[in-house]
C-alpha cells in the first residue's frame, strides 16, 4: 500500500504551508505574551473562561524556556527565551532548508527538527493539563501543526519518490 504523502496539495505545498501556519501562530502567541505583560486587562481572542485562557498559559513560568532554563541556566540565557519565539526560529529554519538544501539532506533535518518538536510538544501538553490545568486554543494548534510535520517529513524522508519539489 503506498502511503499518501501529503495532507492537502502536495507533499511540499503541505510542508511550506504548514510551516507558515505555524510561524503565524507563533507571532500571534508573541502578540498576546507582549500586549498581556503591557496590558494585564487584555484579554485574547483566545481567552475564552478561567480554564480556557491562552493568555493564561503564554504568559505562564513555562512559556520561556518551557519552564526549565531559568532554573538551569539563569534568567538572562538565550535559551530563557519565549517558547514561542523558538518555534519562530524552528519554523523558519524550516522554510529556509526546505528552499536552499537539496534533497535527501532538507527533509533529514526536518524531520529531526519536526520528531524533536514532538517531544517539546508532549512535555508542554502534560504541563497544560496537569499542572496549569489549562485548555490553551494555540498551543494545541501548535501540537497539530507540528504533528502534521512530523507526518509529512517522514513521508518526504522515507518516499522521496512522491517529492513534487
Avoid at 117 to 143: G, N, P
Wanted: charged share 10%.
Amino acid at each position: 500500500m503506498a502511503p499518501l504523502g501529503y495532507l492537502l496539495w502536495s507533499s511540499s505545498a503541505d510542508v511550506i504551508i504548514f510551516n507558515i501556519i505555524g510561524v503565524i501562530i507563533c507571532l500571534y502567541s508573541l502578540y498576546i505574551e507582549v500586549k498581556k505583560e503591557r496590558d494585564p486587562s487584555y484579554r485574547a481572542a483566545c481567552d475564552f473562561n478561567e480554564h480556557m485562557s491562552c493568555s493564561r498559559v503564554l504568559t505562564s513560568k513555562y512559556s520561556h524556556g518551557f519552564g526549565l532554563a531559568e532554573g538551569l541556566l539563569g534568567r538572562q540565557h538565550i535559551l530563557n527565551s519565549r517558547n514561542c519565539n523558538m518555534g519562530l526560529v524552528m519554523y523558519l529554519a524550516n522554510l529556509v532548508i526546505f528552499f536552499t538544501l537539496w534533497e535527501p539532506l532538507a527533509s533529514s533535518i526536518m524531520l529531526i527538527c519536526a520528531a524533536s518538536s514532538i517531544f517539546v510538544c508532549i512535555y508542554l501538553a502534560a504541563i497544560l493539563a496537569f499542572v496549569l490545568k489549562d485548555l490553551c486554543v494555540v498551543c494545541i494548534t501548535t501540537y497539530i501543526i507540528n504533528g502534521c510535520l512530523v507526518y509529512l517529513n517522514y513521508q518526504r524522508y522515507s518516499y522521496p519518490h512522491l517529492l513534487g519539489h
